[in-house]
């Protein structure tokens, strides 16, 4: 066969998706780049003109936008700290030999398929609610006052449902990993006297190396977009307390109706996202390609 | 690596992952439980369970007051839509990936998934106002059309990871015989990557299913899925408790069964390959 006239077949069906792709990523990004430059507010739409760095200077002069690029992070970090600690905890915990080990794995598995506006309600209504939710009528039983979940601890409640959304994405990753480790290699530590912790730390963990990259990476991907979960609950608040950067991006755009500004914010996001992206890539780049 | 315990660890073992996972699985529990009792039952303080007035009114109600079928018929077309569309896209571009793979393979592949990277709300009011020009505002098929741009990145990946545990032997001999790139494809690739290919498909019409951003920027009324669905149901209703979980119980259960009865092949397709 030709490798000259195969090459070519393959970029040929290469070409739709990277051609698609790049429409979808670049002509948005564009368009976002030009208004970013530009004095566009829907409530004076007479008043145009190009304006320079003023909405990026706004942006960096605002209070707010600090704060908010430390929720994000926070969150991101957060989710990420809590899912593949527990996650790993889970991992080891049903990898023993347990009764029903297929049942639990639909039981943990459950909260990834309830799509970010449901978790967010069920968490906030049935849940966090200061009169009505579970947790204040627990509070009321042992006498104690209900805590104010989403007033007072905004964004670690933010971190709590957005990490049990994805706690069994972890679980079940780290988990399957666990199970392709030899059980041999586990009793011939075991039998040289190795201790428990020092089998986790030197065989177990090495093990699960890979998988952990997969879930921070994909994790990643998704929780620096995290919206509808802030929207629902906290809508940013109290005050800024719980704004991440997408969401003080969205208040500009609706709340504000600044299309400049938050197309400033949008393109210092996707400056952020790429800064991440590229510490990430680097780590990782070998582990997923097998 | 299963390794042989004490009958007594088993059981203090299953007692305790038992525990994990019934704690995991209890808020969709209780969104089940409140969706079934009354309003002033849900509500009750200390909560009720087994002295609870049950009652299937939520769900008759919410049927009655809202079109369910019309959201449920709009999340299949889609969910489903965007992720078929998706797979005719993604599978040659996979194949050519996997087994003609060319220096710059491997940074397009990155490059793929670091378009997921970029935040949607970033690039929210440019897309609506081309959706608004094109006409594609509130309708089904523009709503595919974003959610398989969306997803196109972890379709291409998942197919790739899957296409290249392929032997390319196979390939040859089918070359050999004389078959066509079209027919290598369709008969010979295609049915040893079939597994594959429906893991992709049932993960990414879960992710399409539960996307809740662009279904709501993008859609009013007409084409407006669950997620809208359910966003627009809590925004008036959200003090009544029962009728919200019933709701929100009809808008999950149809993916959750889904999940459920292919939840091996998923996380598998989750790993992206690189879980063994």
């Given at each position: 066969m030709s490798t000259q006239s195969s090459r070519l077949a393959a970029r040929v069906m290469v070409a739709p998706s990277v051609v698609l792709l790049f429409i979808w990523m670049a002509v948005p990004l564009a368009m976002t780049l030009y208004y970013s430059f530009r004095l566009y507010r829907l409530l004076s739409p007479d008043r145009t003109g190009w304006v320079g760095f003023t909405n990026y200077l706004w942006f960096f002069n605002s209070p707010d936008f600090w704060l908010a690029l430390w929720n994000t992070l926070a969150l991101v970090g957060g989710v990420l700290v809590i899912t593949v600690v527990l996650g790993i905890l889970i991992a080891l915990l049903i990898d023993q030999p347990v009764k029903g080990q297929g049942m639990l794995r639909i039981l943990v598995i459950a909260?990834?398929?309830?799509?970010p506006p449901v978790a967010a309600s069920i968490w906030e209504n049935l849940f966090m609610h200061p009169q009505n939710g579970l947790f204040a009528a627990i509070a009321r039983g042992f006498g104690a006052q209900p805590i104010l979940f989403l007033e007072e601890y905004p964004l670690l409640s933010v971190i709590g449902i957005v990490s049990w959304e994805w706690l069994p994405f972890a679980a079940l990753i780290l988990l399957t990993s666990l199970q392709s480790l030899s059980s041999e290699q586990l009793e011939a530590a075991e039998m040289d006297g190795a201790s428990a912790l020092s089998r986790l730390r030197y065989i177990i963990l090495p093990h699960m190396t890979r998988a952990i990259t997969v879930v921070i990476l994909i994790q990643t991907i998704f929780l620096l977009g995290i919206f509808g979960e802030i929207f629902t609950t906290t809508q940013g608040g109290p005050g800024s307390a719980s704004t991440t950067l997408p969401y003080m991006i969205f208040k500009q755009a609706i709340a504000a109706k600044d299309i400049g500004r938050a197309a400033a914010g949008g393109i210092i996001a996707v400056i952020l996202a790429n800064i991440v992206a590229y510490f990430l890539m680097r780590g990782i780049g070998r582990h997923l390609d097998a | 690596m299963a390794r042989a315990t004490s009958p007594r660890r088993k059981t203090l073992t299953t007692i305790a992952a038992w525990s994990v996972a019934l704690i995991i699985f209890f808020p969709v529990l209780w969104m089940i439980l409140t969706s079934f009792k009354t309003e002033a039952s849900a509500v009750a303080s200390p909560p009720e369970l087994l002295g609870a007035d049950w009652t299937l009114e939520n769900y008759a109600d919410v049927w009655s007051r809202s079109d369910y079928p019309r959201f449920f018929w709009n999340s299949v077309v889609i969910s489903l839509g965007s992720t078929l569309l998706g797979l005719a896209i993604a599978i040659p571009a996979a194949w050519a990936m996997a087994f003609v793979p060319g220096r710059r393979t491997k940074d397009l592949l990155m490059w793929m998934l670091s378009t997921?990277?970029?935040?949607?709300v970033a690039v929210m009011i440019p897309l609506y106002l081309l959706f608004l020009q094109l006409g594609l505002i509130d309708t089904r098929i523009g709503l595919v059309l974003a959610l398989m741009l969306m997803n196109l990145p972890i379709i291409v990946w998942m197919l790739y990871t899957y296409f290249k545990e392929i032997p390319g032997e196979i390939l040859e001999a089918a070359r050999m015989d004389g078959a066509g790139l079209i027919k290598e494809i369709l008969y010979v690739l295609t049915p040893i990557a079939l597994p594959g290919i429906a893991s992709t498909l049932l993960l990414n019409v879960i992710l399409a299913w539960n996307e809740a951003f662009w279904t709501i920027v993008l859609t009013t009324t007409k084409a407006a899925p669950l997620s809208a669905f359910i966003a627009s149901f809590s925004a008036?209703?959200?003090?009544f408790y029962a009728k919200l979980s019933a709701a929100s119980t009809m808008a999950i259960a149809p993916i959750l069964i889904l999940g459920w009865f292919s939840q091996k092949q998923l996380v598998r397709g989750l790993t992206f390959g690189a879980v063994k």
């Open positions: 909260p990834f398929f309830v799509m | 997921k990277m970029m935040p949607a008036p209703q959200g003090l």
